[in-house]
């Protein structure tokens, strides 16, 4: 993003990417519309590709020659993408606005602690993401939800009406998803043509990836210039403090590179630059850039997430039709209920999966679940007919309170094969969170019961954390490098921009002051278009 | 719901009628992509993948004697019936030998649930699996086929067969053969997403 609107204002630009090329709009990258079986492996992982042969996303949870470590006890997983476009090649493209409350938390329930700006302060750039890339969703007026600029949501599939008509039974909020695919033209792309696999990176530009709809626009300003497999080592900084440009290994040469230049913005992932911060050492920086404060690496947190799926016998048989759709849910249910009425402090919000999706490596795995228990030959045969499609799952994404036992550090002692010393993970949940994933648990197994369904697992005990996924394993890492309205305690001030460093800015997750309920994506490339705006208005003003 | 096949965009056999008001540029993108993914398609079955030749394929990680077995065993999992082929007629085998290369831990199951169904079977009939008679053949399968049911002594067998059934399962409903069978249509443009048709809106009550 700030690629995108510094070249379009004018500026020249370096990006740095630690991976290589990629082009969705290309056969030569793109999966879209491949069949199962036009591949031997029928979709299945591959080293490169963790979620899938036809993942767009290439990295994972272990990059050879990348380690990083955990602290004893510390369950963390550590997604990292390595490729033009990063992780925005790897998500379900849920688009949510955080809303009034979630910028002043500590106000309303003294837990963590406020932003330095407000939604008001946000939502005008909110609205421009809007209308840049494009985002489908339906207006709805809920307090913390703000609406955006939407085109039309398509319409539900065929078990989302059913998990509709049960949430309206039970009270809960269901309303359409709002997902950045678009759904009528939108700056020269096609809406979607709804093949439901959005993932493999869509080849008419129909939903965003930063790639085609961020860098190839900048790129045809012929004022960037790309260098991928780039990996950063450090942000140089001169006599005086001020950063004067990026050293990096070539990856292809495992040359030492530099790269000069007047203003640096990180925009490498939460916890990826806050590594390149904390490595900046120098006699003026000896803790590190942007870390007079200490604070960088802290506050790290990530979204709460638990998975239950059941069978639904009313959906057995279910009339064949074309049930893909875009890729992802068409339905939402934003948080409903008052946490000054419950054990947990914050809301989560819930998203629905099922359907009659392309059959794919592990098809229907585990068939010995369904009411048969098993069997093998004719009838074995009409299971998996009769029961496609049966299956509705749950999965919950909540808000993590930042703690003090939280963080990522420079690990002493390991480096990554260039020699730049790599991260290591501190993680804890607290009762915040375990009592919000019970009551996820409780709220899926009901809805699934009010659906006339059966769970297939047992509600996990305390000792298995209710089921909590791993910290990281959501990959919305947040809020190590985080802003705030003293130097003290923050390391960026409310425009992003480093309190000890004037020429340093970060745009990612990293000066999130806490998580909310939805999902990062939106905020971070508001807050970037934003923090763009304050480098073009300040580098004309002569300030910087 | 107005949908068009890649086949259709690509033969131009489709002729959008103006009511629908589509927009232009999303036809001819969509025609523009199904083109390319049709060439690269063509390019690498030019390169030289072999024409199909059943007989004639050895397999690289099964002995010839596992072969045999495996090959009988997944038309145990999914026998050709009224509607369509068997998972041989699917490549099944084909495809497990060829998982079995890429992710090579899992031969370690594999390999281990064969061994035990062929001592099970000498155990029982003093013969391997091949020479058993139909009979004991599902003897020792329906011992290990119902996880609920299963003795605790037949727990290899059953985690084995619980693997090697949800392999035969993978392989046979990703082949053309598969797809087609579950009469799955997506996967291709659609120019205008309608949601749950009315038909399946009815028969769901919703």
Not at chain 1, 346 to 373: C, D, N
Request: a neutral charge; hydrophobic letters at 35%.
């Amino acid at each position: 993003m700030a690629a995108y609107e510094l070249t379009k204002a004018g500026a020249r630009v370096v990006l740095l990417e630690a991976g290589g090329h990629w082009d969705n709009t290309s056969a030569q990258y793109s999966a879209m519309l491949k069949m199962p079986y036009d591949s031997p492996r029928r979709g299945s992982s591959t080293p490169e590709r963790p979620f899938g042969e036809w993942d767009a996303c290439i990295g994972g949870w272990q990059i050879p020659g990348e380690p990083y470590t955990k602290a004893e006890g510390t369950k963390f997983d550590w997604w990292r993408a390595r490729m033009l476009g990063g992780r925005t090649n790897h998500w379900g493209r849920i688009s949510l606005r955080f809303g009034p409350d979630d910028f002043r938390r500590k106000s309303l329930d003294g837990l963590g602690d406020d932003w330095p700006i407000t939604y008001n302060d946000l939502k005008p750039w909110y609205d421009e993401v809007d209308k840049l890339i494009g985002i489908f969703g339906s207006i709805e007026g809920l307090p913390n939800e703000p609406d955006g600029l939407f085109h039309d949501a398509p319409a539900p599939r065929y078990y989302e009406r059913l998990v509709k008509q049960t949430c309206d039974r039970m009270n809960i909020t269901c309303i359409p998803a709002r997902l950045s695919i678009i759904t009528k033209p939108l700056n020269g792309r096609a809406p979607c043509h709804y093949c439901g696999q959005c993932n493999r990176g869509c080849m008419t530009n129909s939903n965003f990836s930063s790639t085609n709809v961020l860098i190839t626009p900048a790129l045809r300003t012929g004022r960037l210039r790309l260098i991928t497999n780039a990996m950063a080592r450090e942000v140089t900084t001169g006599e005086d403090g001020r950063a004067t440009g990026v050293s990096y290994i070539d990856k292809n040469t495992g040359e030492d590179r530099h790269v000069r230049a007047k203003i640096v913005v990180l925009a490498a992932s939460s916890c990826e630059s806050s590594r390149i911060l904390l490595n900046s050492k120098s006699s003026r920086h000896p803790q590190g850039l942007a870390n007079s404060s200490g604070v960088v690496g802290k506050y790290l947190t990530d979204t709460t997430g638990t998975d239950v799926a059941g069978f639904i016998p009313r959906l057995v048989n279910v009339p064949r039709h074309n049930a893909d759709g875009v890729g992802g849910n068409h339905i939402m249910m934003p948080w409903w209920l008052d946490n000054r009425t419950l054990d947990f402090p914050r809301g989560y919000h819930i998203e629905v999966w099922g359907g009659l999706g392309m059959p794919s490596y592990g098809f229907m795995g585990g068939i010995q679940a369904y009411p048969e228990g098993g069997g093998y030959g004719p009838d074995l045969k009409q299971q998996y007919r009769k029961y496609w499609g049966a299956t509705v799952g749950f999965s919950g994404r909540g808000e993590m309170v930042a703690n003090d036992k939280t963080f990522c550090e420079l690990d002493p002692t390991v480096t990554d094969r260039w020699g730049i010393p790599v991260l290591k993970f501190h993680f804890e949940w607290r009762d915040s969170e375990y009592n919000q994933v019970k009551h996820m648990q409780e709220t899926f197994r009901n809805l699934i019961a009010e659906m006339g369904g059966e769970v297939w697992s047992p509600m996990p005990t305390r000792e298995q954390g209710y089921g909590i996924a791993n910290g990281g394993a959501i990959i919305h890492e947040l809020g190590t490098a985080r802003m705030g309205a003293s130097e003290r305690d923050s390391a960026l001030n409310n425009n992003c921009q480093a309190w000890d460093c004037d020429n340093v800015f970060l745009a990612d997750g990293g000066p999130f002051v806490s998580q909310a309920d939805k999902n990062p994506t939106w905020t971070i490339l508001a807050l970037s278009m934003r923090t763009s705006a304050y480098i073009i208005e300040q580098r004309k003003a002569g300030r910087l | 719901m107005t949908d068009i096949t890649r086949r259709e965009l690509m033969a131009g056999l489709v002729a959008v009628p103006a009511a629908l008001a589509i927009p232009q540029d999303t036809i001819q993108r969509a025609t523009e992509h199904a083109h390319a993914v049709h060439e690269s398609e063509a390019q690498a079955a030019a390169q030289g993948t072999p024409a199909p030749q059943p007989a004639a394929y050895v397999p690289q990680n099964f002995t010839p004697d596992e072969w045999r077995l495996v090959r009988l065993l997944v038309n145990y999992v999914i026998p050709r019936d009224a509607r369509s082929g068997s998972a041989t007629d699917a490549r099944v085998p084909e495809f497990m030998d060829f998982i079995m290369g890429e992710f090579r831990n899992s031969q370690t199951w594999m390999k281990n649930g064969l061994t035990w169904m062929n001592a099970e079977c000498r155990r029982r009939y003093a013969k391997g699996f091949v020479s058993c008679s139909e009979e004991e053949r599902r003897a020792v399968l329906d011992a290990i086929a119902y996880p609920k049911k299963a003795r605790a002594e037949d727990k290899p067998g059953v985690d084995f067969f619980n693997n090697f059934r949800n392999l035969t399962a993978s392989g046979f409903w990703t082949s053309r053969i598969g797809v087609a069978d579950l009469g799955y249509t997506g996967n291709r443009p659609v120019m205008n997403w309608e949601g749950t048709p009315a038909n399946v809106q009815r028969w769901l009550g919703i």
